[in-house]
């Protein structure tokens, strides 16, 4: 699954030959599609991959580290997806191109909803914690509204249209406004 | 140009062939490669193209109507981009695919760059007229803001994972809060 991130990442979803991915895993096609059927199969264990991984380092905190109060929780877990590290670098390339290609081939939707959905529910959840008084309604339309603020940001930034750091301070700038407005 | 974005609309900047397009537009690929020289001269004309049609359904009124008030022509010119109308449907399919495909290929980013700097500079200045004592400075972010979720929605719109009428108000929710954020 790591290969497959890494392969998607460096020649897009339609570039992927699963001969490079069995080399660059470091195993034999057969046993690729002894696994995963074929080509879609791999392209939904790894979208399973990504967002469990980008989960994972959004979440993450050191054993030793304070607890955060719930509106850094909703800052780190979404400015978080915005790094210059290799791993998110790699993770935001590959769920993009996912996201992408979904628009020409269907294959994959119903799984990027459910990731999509789980991720919204998350951020909702975040937001409901700092806004306990929002409605429902309100918190799934802010949390809908951020990730895909962050979809369109991390394409920019991948792209070279959009510096880092500035697309840090946008993101940080929509927390702001969606927050402004629950309490409203 | 026509048929170049009819052809990216279809099958992607990735399965763009010269010979599709040719037909497509039923000329020669000779005159073709005369006039754009290559691919990328291809897609650069093709962007450019796509950019100025967006600009035009946007901002286009009926000769006999009102003019609209800063606010609804605010509203309009990003409401726009999420009808489902085969042209707006076909734009937003081959815009996205540029800027999908400019994160592997730097080609055309300098001209995404270009193009996204007017659009966010046109959005600000409808923002301005809405609120006239706002900086530049957080004028220009609402309106990365705005565009960056735009693109975010409409992909979310073209891949079949957000009904068109929900990214509509998702969309008119977040011209609210940023409204809101600049009258602060």
Do not use: C
């Not at 990504?50 to 955060?68: F, K, M, Q, V």
């Not at 081939?105 to 929002?134: N, S, Y």
């Amino acid at each position: 699954m790591e290969a497959a991130a890494r392969v998607i990442a460096r020649r897009g979803v339609r570039g992927l030959r699963v001969e490079e991915l069995a080399a660059e895993a470091g195993v034999s096609t057969a046993l690729i599609y002894y696994h995963f059927k074929d080509r879609t199969g791999i392209l939904r264990a790894t979208l399973e991959f990504i967002s469990d991984r980008a989960e994972r380092y959004t979440t993450e905190r050191d054993p030793g580290a304070e607890p955060l109060d719930p509106r850094s929780e909703l800052e780190q877990s979404l400015l978080l997806e915005l790094q210059d590290t290799p791993t998110v670098r790699e993770n935001s390339t590959a769920w993009g191109e996912l996201r992408a290609s979904a628009v020409f081939d269907p294959d994959l939707r119903e799984e990027l909803a459910r990731a999509t959905l789980i991720w919204v529910q998350e951020v909702a959840e975040l937001l409901g914690q700092v806004r306990p008084m929002a409605t429902a309604t309100a918190l799934a339309a802010a949390a809908e509204r951020l990730t895909a603020l962050l979809e369109g940001l991390s394409v920019r930034w991948l792209s070279g249209g959009l510096p880092l750091e500035h697309a840090r301070e946008l993101m940080a700038g929509a927390v702001d406004a969606e927050l402004a407005r629950l309490r409203g």
